[in-house]
């Protein structure tokens, strides 16, 4: 049972450490989640007839839409290129995302 005492002393300094450096990792994700929700992409269908500006956190911040993309005959086509333009930018929000948390998610699963 000796052996087993010895070990709590340094394994309180790696704790400590590993607690220290699970912060700072907070700290950097909410600075990247901040950035993130500051970010804007904009996706885009029908060549640019339809353009949708959101944040990286999803949230809309612009929809515009040329005249020529409206035809009262045709509502089905825009209904198409909205839902195509808005999954454009939630892709490229994605994209950002990941870019911008990658190195940070990957850090955390180091440190454990």
């Known amino acids: 049972m000796a052996k ?14 590993i607690i220290k450096q699970a912060q700072q990792m907070q700290q950097q994700m ?3 989640q901040q ?20 944040t990286c956190d ?10 020529e993309a409206v035809d009262p005959d045709d509502i089905e086509m825009l209904e198409d290129l ?3 333009a808005f999954n454009d930018a ?3 929000a994605d994209e950002t995302t990941k870019e911008k ?3 940070l998610a ?3 699963g180091g440190m454990f």
């Open 30 to 32: 909410q600075k990247a």
């Open 82 to 84: 909205v839902t195509a």
């Open 35 to 54: 950035e993130l929700a500051e970010t804007e992409v904009t996706g885009s269908a029908g060549g640019g007839l339809v353009e949708i500006t959101m």
């Open 58 to 67: 999803k949230k809309v911040t612009a929809v515009a839409i040329k005249p």
């Open 90 to 92: 939630c892709a490229l």
């Open 101 to 103: 948390m990658g190195p």
């Open 4 to 17: 087993y005492g010895g070990g709590y002393g340094g394994g309180m300094g790696n704790m400590q450490n």
């Open 106 to 108: 990957g850090g955390m």
